[in-house]
């Protein structure tokens, strides 16, 4: 499954941002999903992910309150909305979908790889 990002942008702090994910092949059928990021300089982090049915999501501290994490099924896309953005919020975005999303949403330890990623898009958010 190839997935595209879309929607990133140059932005002031404070605005919003929202991007969406599809697969450009296949579906998103049973498939957790979530989005990471790499800040300049920075390793990619987790940012957010949600399970297939929609009722688990689980957010980094840095997000959390900020950006909500949704998907549409039916039409076989994920989203992020961002808020209240922030310079530091400037990264490339990248969607993701694997079980390893279950085991990150669960808490559980040690390293979990995503099977499928996007190309990313970037979010670059100025003072």
């Known amino acids: 499954v190839r997935l595209v990002e879309s929607g990133g942008g140059l932005v002031q702090a404070g605005d919003s941002l929202r991007l969406s994910c599809t697969p450009s092949?296949?579906?998103?059928?049973?498939?957790?999903t979530g989005w990471f990021r790499r800040a300049p300089g920075k390793e990619r982090e987790f940012v957010a992910a949600?399970?297939?049915?929609?009722?688990?999501?689980r957010y980094s501290d840095s997000v959390k309150g900020r950006f909500t994490i949704s998907r549409d099924n039916a039409n076989n896309t994920m989203y992020i909305q961002m808020n209240n953005l922030k310079p530091e919020d400037t990264a490339v975005y990248y969607c993701?979908?694997?079980?390893?999303?279950?085991?990150?949403?669960?808490?559980?330890?040690?390293?979990?790889?995503?099977?499928?990623w996007g190309q990313g898009t970037q979010v670059t958010v100025s003072s």
């Open positions: 949600i399970s297939w049915s929609g009722y688990m999501t």
């Open positions: 092949t296949l579906t998103f059928i049973g498939y957790a």
């Open positions: 993701a979908a694997g079980d390893a999303l279950i085991a990150i949403m669960r808490g559980e330890e040690g390293v979990h790889e995503p099977d499928f």
